[in-house]
């Protein structure tokens, strides 16, 4: 018997990382009588090797979740990680937007990565760093390609299952593989199975190092918004929280209203531009939507 984590899942065999021995090609038979719960990757589960040269195993038991995500679906994940360029690409702010506001949907706290530091100005970082300096997000500056930053950013990792995600071309091959070359020599490639180009559809966790993982979450590039009403949309803007019940209006929405605390704010600087045109932008669409 060992504990052990499900790194990856496809067509029914489930990949479990267990420390020090490797990742095990498992089955999970007879679990369904036993848990009615269906297996995510990232859940801790117990298996029992059924042949120890080959490393093939069974999942006897899924241990307990702390969390659930359902967007990417995966298990016990701890925060998320969302990597952006400070330029080349420009950054897209509402898409950045979007995937904080589905991320504290979901409970996850957030940490922002601005990479491709190397390319920007001292005035880029500036900017980037005013906007989002009320986020309620942690923010950090890297060089995936100079190896600038990298600690700070392995440290934040330390101990923690995180998702990783963001546009393509910012950055986050290179960062994923500068953070997991030590777990790769350590673990002799066993734990980058059958990573590359191509196989990205399904979640996928690598163990940087003990405790330490990482989520490789594909398709996060069109997010959608959570289903939310429009007038709960403020409330994912910590920007806005100490002006709530200062408008003129009850349930100000911080939109068409006179006398809005917000607006006001935003006039004054106190509150960013950018982030409450994203606001305006994010609460048109879901104003829009056709609620089923
Ligand atoms: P992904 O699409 O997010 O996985 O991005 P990649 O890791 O493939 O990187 C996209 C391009 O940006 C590649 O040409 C990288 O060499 C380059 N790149 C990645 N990180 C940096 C960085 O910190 N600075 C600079 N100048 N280029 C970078
Ligand atoms: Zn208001």
Redesign the pocket.
């Known amino acids: 018997m060992n504990q052990g984590k499900i790194i990856k899942g496809i067509a029914g065999f489930y990949y479990v990382h267990v420390d020090s021995l490797g990742v095990y090609e498992c089955k999970a038979k007879g679990i369904f009588r036993k848990q009615d719960i269906k297996t995510l990757v990232g859940d801790n589960v117990i298996i029992e090797g059924l042949d120890e040269d080959n490393r093939i195993g069974n999942i006897t038991e899924i241990l307990p979740r702390t969390s659930e995500l359902i967007r990417p679906a995966a298990a016990n994940v701890d925060q998320a990680l969302v990597i952006f360029a400070i330029t080349n690409p420009e950054p897209n702010f509402n898409l950045l937007d979007r995937f904080l506001v589905m991320m504290d949907y979901q409970n996850l706290p957030t940490v922002i990565l601005f990479n491709k530091e190397d390319l920007a100005d001292d005035s880029e970082k500036e900017r980037v760093k005013n906007i989002y300096r009320d986020c309620g997000c942690t923010l950090l500056f890297a060089s995936a390609a100079r190896e600038q930053g990298l600690s700070e950013v392995r440290e934040i990792l330390m101990g923690k299952t995180t998702i990783l995600a963001g546009p393509s071309g910012v950055g986050k091959s290179s960062l994923t593989n500068y953070l997991l070359q030590k777990s790769t020599m350590e673990t002799g490639d066993v734990s980058r199975i059958g990573r590359g180009r191509h196989t990205t559809r399904h979640s996928e966790i690598f163990c940087m190092e003990k405790d330490s993982y990482i989520c490789d979450s594909p398709g996060f590039t069109s997010l959608m918004l959570p289903d939310i009403e429009a007038g709960e949309l ?1 409330y994912y803007y910590p920007e ?1 929280a100490r ?1 709530e019940g ?4 009850n349930g ?4 068409n ?1 006179p ?5 006001s704010a935003v006039e004054e600087g106190i509150i960013c531009r950018e982030r409450y045109d994203s606001y305006l932008c994010l609460y048109d669409e879901l104003k829009r939507k056709v609620r089923f």
């Not at 200062?246 to 209006?249: G, T």
């Not at 100000?252 to 939109?255: D, G, I, M, R, S």
Request: proline residues 0%.
């Open positions: 403020r806005f002006y200062k408008c003129r209006f100000c929405v911080h939109v209203e006398d809005c605390s917000v607006k």
